[in-house]
């Protein structure tokens, strides 16, 4: 159960993202800040993407405020606030998971294997290099360094055109029930 404790211990576990709130009974809001920072800094990690480390600013900051700020609150308004996730996990239900699942399978299937042969790829390439002579090493190094990168380029490019094409979809059919309407009301 939530309860209101120390600020100066408070302070001290709120520069870790959820920390200060599982700190004070919220763990619910302290895993989910945990999960929201950690995914940024592994995708910027694994990825080489310095401007998503950026972006693991946004849920520290809140984290660290959310905390100090909550412990702060008046008695009652503290003992009265309830204990969630950040992302309404309890509100999806299993067959909205499942399907979910089945509709992107295939996708989480392909990012699994892309983590997977990355980290072994990582690893192995760390093994072999100081065999190899300087300019294989230097080329598998730049692969290395840059192929994740133009992967994740070109999967935001992919996503972005099939967007564009679903919004241009949506507003051709707008289009054709506007002009149906037309048809019957002359």
Known sequence: ??????KFLTFCFSFVPGFGEMYLGFFKMGISLIGIFTF??????VLNLG???VFSVIPWAYSFFHSNHINSLPDEEFYSMEDYFLFPMQEIQK???????KKYRNLISIVMIYIGISV???NFYRMIRSFLPQFVNNILSMLTY????VIF????IGIGAWMIQGKRQELNRIEEKEEEKQKFHL
């Open 153 to 156: 380029a070109l999967i935001l």
């Open 120 to 122: 072994l790829w990582e």
């Open 1 to 6: 159960m939530p309860r209101k404790k120390s």
């Open 40 to 45: 940024f800094l592994l995708v910027s990690s």
């Open 95 to 101: 067959e909205e998971w499942e399907r979910f699942l």
């Open 51 to 53: 401007v998503l480390f």
């Open 146 to 149: 840059r192929l994740p990168q």
